[in-house]
């Protein structure tokens, strides 16, 4: 069973004028030289005056900047982010500072989970305004203007994640979605993890291993369930793909929103038996 590639396309920020020409008092230099020569022969003018004429040509192209429109409130800016600053601003992200790229080192979130069967946790945001929202649209529309703001997110976190700790930021041996059922993604048409994780490989420039791990059933209702029912109800969820030798490996298991966990440990726990050696659990939002 595969969840195949979903039909979206991808995403891209719109760039409105060219890119930036970075330099090119200096990178024009020795072309200009050779130009005026040539172009004193055929006009008879200076080499000074066509000097002065590239020279002011120069100074106009320096004014050309990367212009883009950004994805969420579609103002022109000049960053170099497909989501603008202050639209980024306004997302209340995790703080990666002093925790050495791992959410499960910050005290109140180590408490939620702390029988985790992953060695690592990522998130963007608690579960709340604006990217609950933006989930839940991409999950019951499929609308591909939510894909893009996520899309953007996903990026721009990654990236001021390796600043914070660039250790944290490397690409695994595989990138697994955690896989739906069969019956729901039929009818949903594409599975959202394997949408975040297609974000993830584009930045890791790797594929989406989609054939890692398999949902062989589907969740019972689990509210008001214990800790305990929930373990019970997902064992014999998933099945690993034997022809896969995972020994030794490092994986980022993909999801869209941690509330308990269950799931992922119960993925980890058989990952880990299979001799998988670190798993990151990345999620956009964990629901507080
Ligand atoms: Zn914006």
Known sequence: MKTSKSNLPDPEPVIMAQKSIGNPSTRCQSRRESSGNILSRFTGRSNSTLAQFFEHAIKKLQHIQV??????????????????????????????????????????????????????????????????????????????????????????????????????????????????????????????????????????????????????????????????????????NFELNNDIDLRGKSIWLVDDVITTGSTLNEISRLLKAAGVKTITAYALTISL
């Open 67 to 236: 212009t883009r429109h950004c994805v969420y409130c579609h103002q022109s800016h000049s960053g170099h982010s497909a989501i603008c600053e202050h639209c980024l601003s306004l997302i209340p992200q995790f703080d990666y500072h002093k925790i050495e790229g791992d959410l499960l080192n910050r005290p109140e979130i180590f408490k939620l989970f702390p029988k985790a069967k992953f060695d690592r946790l990522l998130a963007i945001t608690p579960h709340q305004y604006p990217l609950n929202l933006w989930l839940t649209q991409l999950k019951y529309t499929g609308s591909l203007t939510y894909l893009t703001h996520i899309s953007a997110l996903i990026t721009e976190h990654l990236k001021r994640l390796a600043k914070v700790s660039s250790s944290s930021v490397i690409a695994p041996d595989y990138l697994v979605p955690v896989p739906i059922f069969i019956k729901k993604w039929q009818r949903r048409g594409f599975n959202q993890s394997y949408l975040i994780a297609q974000q993830l490989a584009r930045y890791f420039d790797m594929p989406v291993d989609n054939d890692v791990i398999f949902r062989v059933k589907q969740n019972v209702a689990q509210v008001n369930q214990s800790g305990a029912q929930r373990r019970k109800n997902l064992r014999n």
